[in-house]
Nanobody, 128 residues
Framework: QVHLVESGGGLVQPGGSLRLSCAGSGFSLDYYHIGWFRQAPGKEREGVSCIRNSGGSTYYANFVEGRFTISRDNAKNTVYLEMNSLKPDDTAVYYC?????????????????????WGQGTQVTVSS
């Protein structure tokens, strides 16, 4: 069975940091671009960041403003999202998703419907 499992969420004070992990189970992430998304209560799911299957290229939504870093360790079949300088507006359920590499198709996508597999999500709450 194919699974993505997120971990690392929690409660943090404004200005704090968290590192989210997304582990692949039952399949290799080597052939998948990975995206991080988030969904706050009453809002639509939005793209946060994505990384190319090879790990050599990354993309961030404008609101990240240099605070987050996406990375991957294919040997561990895991992708990370390091989040610093967290704000209350970052409070949301964070999801990772996998999108299969396809010849001639751009690796960059922040469109949820273009992703093939999703994790169950991890809650991030930024509050004092």
């Amino acid at each position: 069975q194919v699974h993505l499992v997120e971990s690392g969420g929690g409660l943090v004070q404004p200005g704090g940091s968290l590192r989210l992990s997304c582990a692949g189970s039952g399949f290799s992430l080597d052939y998948y671009h990975i995206g991080w998304f988030r969904q706050a209560p009453g809002k639509e799911r939005e793209g946060v960041s994505c990384i190319r299957n090879s790990g050599g290229s990354t993309y961030y939504a404008n609101f990240v403003e240099g605070r987050f870093t996406i990375s991957r360790d294919n040997a561990k079949n895991t992708v990370y999202l390091e989040m610093n300088s967290l704000k209350p507006d970052d409070t949301a359920v964070y999801y990772c998703a996998a999108r299969r590499w396809r010849y001639g198709i751009s690796w960059i996508s922040m469109a949820p419907n273009e992703y093939d597999f999703w994790g169950q999500g991890t809650q991030v709450t930024v509050s004092s």
